[in-house]
């Protein structure tokens, strides 16, 4: 078992950062490859961004390229997402997951843990 809590939500204005963190505990961290997923209200969750186990490989989904980076302190068994010159919408819920696949997924079908999720809401 893992267990994640995200934290670092909020209310920021267009053109202005958030760093997101996620918090795991129970099994060993590194082992998994990880990664954020976000909802928006009346949409289906989707994916923004994977990190492979040892977190030399990552991915993004092509509307946060360039803007978010995501990154991971296995000593400290935390997962960040930076995101920078935020836009409305890229308010959601923000939810980080745990796959048994080392280098992660596109897919939440391949994530074995989640996150409570945190708030980002970003004003324009």
């Known amino acids: 078992q893992v267990q994640l809590v995200e934290s670092g939500g909020g209310l920021v204005q267009a053109g202005g950062s958030l760093r997101l963190s996620c918090g795991a505990s129970?099994?060993?961290?590194?082992?998994?490859?990880m990664g954020w997923f976000r909802q928006a209200p009346g949409k289906e969750r989707s994916f923004v961004a994977r990190?492979?186990?040892?977190?030399?490989?990552?991915y993004y989904t092509d509307s946060v390229k360039g803007r978010f980076t995501i990154s991971r302190d296995n000593a400290k068994n935390t997962l960040y997402l930076q995101m920078n010159s935020l836009k409305p919408e890229d308010t959601a819920v923000y939810y980080c997951?745990?796959?048994?696949?080392?280098?992660?997924?596109?897919?939440?079908?391949?994530?074995?843990?989640w996150g409570q999720g945190t708030q980002v809401t970003v004003s324009s």
């Open positions: 997951a745990a796959s048994q696949n080392p280098i992660g997924s596109n897919s939440d079908y391949d994530y074995n843990y």
């Open positions: 129970g099994r060993t961290f590194n082992i998994y490859g």
């Open positions: 990190i492979s186990w040892g977190g030399r490989s990552t």
